[in-house]
C-alpha cells in the first residue's frame, strides 16, 4: 500500500477544488484562505519581483534629480522617484501577506537570488531619458499592470489600483517632457531621438519573453495570476505606442514596423533575446552598479532599523506594563 501525498488527501483535494472554483468564479484569494504551495510560490516570486523592480528602478532616474534643468523638472521628478519607493513598499507589504519577511526578500535581491526588472540594468545617460522612461518605461509598465489589478490574489490587485492610477500620471509627465523638447532646438529633438533608440527595445523586453519561451505564463494565467501572456501584452503596447510617436515627431527603430490591415495590429521586429538573456544572467550594462549601490543604501539604512525596532520594543513594553 502507498501513502497517499498531501496532495492527495481527501480534505486537500476538496481545498483545492474549492480554490479552483473560486478563482474559476472571480473571487479573490485572501491572505487567509487556503492555497495551493505553487499558487504562493508564484506570486510571492512575481510580487518580489516586481517590489525590487520598482525600488532599483529609483536609480536611474533618481541619477537626474540634482541636474534637472529646472526648479519645476527637479520637483517633478523628485515626486515621481518618491511614488517609485511607494510601489515598492505597497509591494513589500502584499508579498509578506503570504508569510514571506520583507528583510529576507531584500537579502535575495541583494544576493542576486531573485530577479527585478531588465529594464533598470539600461543607464540613463541624458535628461531626456527622464522622459522617455516616463513615457515608453511607465507606459509599458502601465500596460502590464492595468490587468493585474484583476489578478486573483486580492493584496497584490489591491495594490495595483493605486500603483497604476500613478503610473498613468508618470506617463504623462514623461510624455509632456518629450513634447516641451521636440518643440525646442534641433539638439533638444536630437536628444530625444537618441534615448528613444536606447529605450524601445529594451522597453519591449519588460513583457518577458515570447509566450514560448515563458515558463511560468501557463500556469499563472490558469491561476489567474496573470490576466495576459508576454507576447499579448506586447503587441498591446507597440499598438498604443506607435500613434503616440508619431504625434511626438520621433521614429521608432524598428525597419519591420508596419500597420497591419488583416491582424489589425502594427507588425514589429523580434528583440534581441540573446541580449535579454544576457541582461537577466546579470551582465547587463549597470547590473552590477545597480546591486552595488542598493546594497550601500540597505547597510546605510541599518541604524534606521535597528532604532525602529528598538522604539518599537519600548513602545510594546510600555502597553504590558
Ligand atoms: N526582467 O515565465 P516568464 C516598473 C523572468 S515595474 C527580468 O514569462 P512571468 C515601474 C521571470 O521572472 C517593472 N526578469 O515569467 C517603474 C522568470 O524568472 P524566474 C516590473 C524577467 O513571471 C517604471 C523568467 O524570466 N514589472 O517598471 C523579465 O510569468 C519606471 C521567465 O519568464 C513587474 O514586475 C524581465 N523583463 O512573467 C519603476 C510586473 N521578464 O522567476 C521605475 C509584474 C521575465 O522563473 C521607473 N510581473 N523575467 O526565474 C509580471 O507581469 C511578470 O512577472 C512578467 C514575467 C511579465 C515580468
Known sequence: MTTASVDERPDERALAAHFTARVAAEQRIEPRD????????TL???VAQHAHS????MQPEGDWIASAPSLRRKSILLAKVQDEAGHGLYLYAAAE???VDRADLTERLIGGRQKYSSIFNYPATGFADVGVIGWLVD???ICNQVPLCRSSYGPYARAMVRICKEESFHQRQGYELLLRMMAGTPEQRAMVQDAVDRWWWPSLMMFGPPDAESPNTRQSMEWRVKRHTNDELRQRFVDMTVPQAERLGVTLPDPALRWNEER???DFGEPDWAEFRRVL?????CNAERIRRRRAAHEDGAWVREAAAAYAAKRSAGETR
Open 264 to 266: 489589425g495590429h502594427y
Open 34 to 41: 487556503w492555497m495551493p504551495e505553487g499558487y504562493r510560490r
Open 44 to 46: 510571492v516570486r512575481q
Open 281 to 285: 544572467s546579470g551582465d547587463g550594462p
Open 97 to 99: 501577506t503570504l508569510g
Open 54 to 57: 520598482e525600488i532599483i528602478g
Open 139 to 141: 507606459g509599458a509598465a
